[in-house]
């Protein structure tokens, strides 16, 4: 399965943006970014996904880097619920693939 | 739409002893049925999938076992708990393989 690269941990102000890196730098051309984030004791959510276009929804944005090497997820104004740890993950979602979920980054928001 | 449960939330089990965790979906039929576990602090590993009744991929060697005898129920299982068994079982459920996945509560069990 192609890996990504995420920062261990990040934090942030109430109310301001959140920009979440991930690299994936042997992305292949089928390879979807998908993100998903898990609040404490929860399982994991759906937050987005794309394959070479921004996306946007009512969670996030996605921004993906022209050579799909890297992504970066946008949360627009963070508040104290976006406090958990965020997964960036590559699929090829032609091939019924697994998720392989990493360990993440670690997101505390700061009020 | 559609809804996905496990139970029980919380278990304490002694080492040796049988496991069985349950999960159903509602509001779909034929789902994927995904089982997960996520020891503390560390991230998520796929340990079952069944794509219909009946049918279980393994992905990891394991002391676990899956079964799926209904179109929506999972169930995870063991003869005899070891202390590694411990950790954050998730059930998740997706349309088609190649769909976003959708995770249940979780179970959180303890092997003392």
């Known amino acids: 399965d192609a890996k990504t690269t995420q920062p261990n941990s990040m934090e942030s102000n109430e109310e301001e943006p959140v920009h979440l890196p991930c690299n994936h730098s042997t992305i292949s051309g089928t390879d979807y970014i998908h993100w998903y984030r898990q609040l404490p004791s929860q399982g994991p959510e759906y937050v987005i996904h794309g394959l070479t276009s921004n996306v946007n929804n009512r969670m996030a944005s996605l921004a993906i880097a022209e050579d799909r090497k890297s992504s970066t997820l946008i949360l627009h104004r963070a508040t104290l619920r976006d406090a958990a740890v965020y997964y960036c993950?590559?699929?090829?979602?032609?091939?019924?693939?697994?998720?392989?979920f990493g360990p993440g980054t670690r997101l505390s928001v700061l009020p | 739409s559609q809804t996905i449960h496990q139970w029980p939330a919380t278990l304490v089990q002694p080492v040796g002893s049988p496991l069985s965790l349950e999960c159903t979906v509602e509001g779909t039929s034929n789902p994927n049925l995904y089982w997960y576990r996520q020891a503390a602090g560390r991230g998520l590993q796929l340990l079952f999938y069944s794509v219909g009744i009946g049918q279980i991929s393994s992905e990891v060697p394991q002391n676990l076992s899956a079964s799926r005898p209904q179109d929506r129920q999972f169930i995870l299982s063991s003869k005899k708990l070891l202390l590694s068994d411990s950790g954050f079982y998730l059930c998740?459920?997706?349309?088609?393989?190649?769909?976003?996945?959708?995770f249940g509560p979780g179970t959180r069990l303890t092997v003392t």
């Open positions: 993950i590559l699929r090829d979602d032609n091939y019924g693939q697994n998720f392989v």
């Open positions: 998740a459920w997706s349309s088609d393989r190649d769909d976003e996945q959708y």
